[in-house]
């Protein structure tokens, strides 16, 4: 069959995906990746056939601009969960508001040439990330079989659900659904209609593991996280074991990249991690390494290591609650300490130290101070390392890239053609 992975261009977001299209490739379908013309050298890189399409979106600009016009403004929050909090307005503000805006940016600049590829390529299965509707939009106009691929909680989902659950609570001629209007309007361009599986998928491919998954109805088809970060090299000083406690610190890339920088201060963290008999690997762009005042002699800089290489090796991670980061120290049994402010990290973070495989803090309370006394407990109480290690068996009894294969298949003849 034919499958086609689609994501904007968001190097994080698509990373993810990379095993699984190599298990349908191997298994002798024939795969593509569609995204904006950004992405194309990452899909390359990964082995993979890239096909640009639209232009490339101008989210950060865009963002930049809004937060010169309204300074301090209010951030819709997308894991908020309480009833009391998610009234009407609340919900028609963000959710109608401020969410559909960012969607419709990263989004817009590709439906077209998207859906115009997928009518003449003739997909079987379209597997998206959860932001790129453009996926569900191309999917549905030329029949294709189409499902989500998350790289984090399916936050999505659920405030879908919050907000179709309030919006019937309303008169009828107050029911303003954005996201379906907007859906519905790219969908009468291509002379479909809107349909709910365009916000959801057919299904969802997920690698949360079950005991961290939100209890949602929805359809979800398992799968066991592979770590993919890119192009990698193993470092001589990576070729022997550590002599003592190592602890990776890493807060990701789309705060550099994408966004304005960390939101923690780096310096103060490092320094009261200093007086410590660890060896502490902080992963930072040259940019932000020059800007240190001070290097511990026990910090070890570096601008990039793969993490599936260097969590093993760890007895401890510090990170910003990344699916990525996340996930590869799940599947490698390391505590974790989430140092959380955006989407979905600070809800994993809780989640994780429910299941005493970690410990949270959010990123405004993550003082040097208190970032050692949390990595203090990850690294002397045994107990986080047991639960990190039952977390790990749980992602082992997970079906890998290659199992999944012919599920997918299944999944495909049944809503190949299904609108």
Known sequence: MRVLFTSHAEKSHFLGMVPLAWALRNAGHEVRVASQ????DVITGAGLTAVPVGRDHELRRLSKVMK??????????????RPEVLTWEYLTWGYGGVVPWWWRVVNDPMIGELTEYCRRWKPDLV?????????????????????????GLDLTARMRGHYLRVMEEQPPGD???????????????????????MTTGHFTIDYTPTSLRLDLPHTYVPLRYIPYNGT??????????????????TLGTSATERLDGYSLDVQDIITH?????????????????????????????????????????????????????????????????????????PLKGRLLAHQGAGLTLHSSQATGPR???????????????????????????TP????????????????????
């Open 37 to 40: 013309p950004e992405l194309t």
């Open 68 to 81: 010169k016009v309204e300074p301090g403004a209010p951030v819709f929050d997308m894991a908020e969960d």
């Open 127 to 151: 597997i998206w990330e959860p932001l790129t509707y453009a996926g569900s939009i191309a999917a549905t106009a030329s029949g294709a079989a189409h499902a989500r691929f998350m790289w």
């Open 175 to 197: 029911r303003k659904d954005v996201l379906a209007q907007w859906l519905g309007g790219w969908a009468a361009k291509t002379g479909t209609v809107f349909c709910e599986e």
């Open 232 to 249: 990698a090299v193993v470092p001589p000083w990576l070729h022997t074991p550590p002599t003592k406690p190592r602890v990776c610190l």
């Open 273 to 345: 991690l200093g007086d410590l008999d660890i060896e502490v690997v902080a992963t930072l762009p040259e940019k932000q390494q020059a800007e240190l005042s001070h290097v511990p002699g026990n910090v070890r800089l570096v601008s990039f290591v793969p993490l599936h290489v260097l969590a093993p090796t760890c007895s401890a991670m510090i990170h910003h609650g990344g699916g990525g980061s996340f996930s590869t120290s799940v599947v490698n049994a390391v505590p974790q300490l989430i140092l959380a402010d955006m989407f979905d990290a």
């Open 371 to 397: 970032v050692r006394e949390h990595l203090l407990r990850l690294l002397n109480e045994p107990s986080f390392t047991q639960a990190a290690q039952k977390l790990r068996q749980e992602t082992l009894t």
């Open 400 to 419: 890998g890239p290659n199992q999944l294969v012919p599920e997918l298949e299944r999944l495909t003849a049944q809503h190949r053609g299904v609108r």
